[in-house]
C-alpha cells in the first residue's frame, strides 16, 4: 500500500491584475495606507507557504508577519490591527481567526484550484514520460 503523500504549500498562484480594485483592498489601503497591502501580500504568501491555512494566535501571526519584513519599522502591534481588520473587511475569515485560524474562502478556492492545476500537470508529466513522449 502507498504511504499517503503528504500535502505541500503553494510554489505560487496566480493573481489578476487588477485586484487592487477589490473594494476589500481599497478600503484596506484607505484605513492603513500603501504598507498594508504588502502586509496582505505577506499574509497570503506565508499562508500558501504553509497550505490553505496557519494555526495560530493573531498575536503568533502578528510576529510571523514581523519577521516576514525583517524587522523593518511595522510594530507588531500594526500588524494585529492590520489582520484584525483583514477580518472585519473578510479579506480572512473572521470566525476561523477567532478559534487561531488564519485562513479566507478566498485563499481555500485559490489553493484548490491550484493545487488541481500542479496535480494535472504532475500527471500529463508521468503520462508523457511512460508512454515515451
Known amino acids: 500500500m502507498a504511504m499517503p503523500t503528504e500535502e505541500k504549500g503553494l510554489e505560487y498562484y496566480p493573481m489578476k491584475i487588477d485586484y487592487y ?18 502586509i496582505y501580500m505577506h ?18 501571526f502578528a510576529k510571523e508577519l514581523y519577521l516576514s519584513f525583517n524587522k ?9 490591527e492590520v489582520i484584525l481588520f483583514m477580518a472585519e473587511i473578510e479579506l480572512l475569515d473572521k470566525g476561523m ?5 488564519i485562513t479566507s474562502k478566498g485563499i481555500q478556492r485559490q489553493f484548490y ?13 508521468k503520462c508523457g514520460h511512460k508512454n515515451g513522449g
Open 72 to 80: 523593518r519599522n511595522i510594530p507588531i502591534e500594526h500588524l494585529k
Open 21 to 38: 480594485r477589490d473594494p476589500k483592498i481599497l478600503d484596506l489601503c484607505l484605513k492603513f495606507g500603501d504598507e498594508a497591502e504588502v
Open 113 to 125: 484550484a491550484s493545487t488541481l492545476r500542479r496535480k494535472e500537470r504532475e500527471h500529463r508529466h
Open 97 to 101: 481567526l477567532e478559534k487561531g485560524i
Open 43 to 60: 499574509t497570503i504568501n506565508i499562508v500558501y507557504h504553509h497550505n490553505y491555512y496557519i494555526k495560530d494566535s493573531v498575536d503568533g
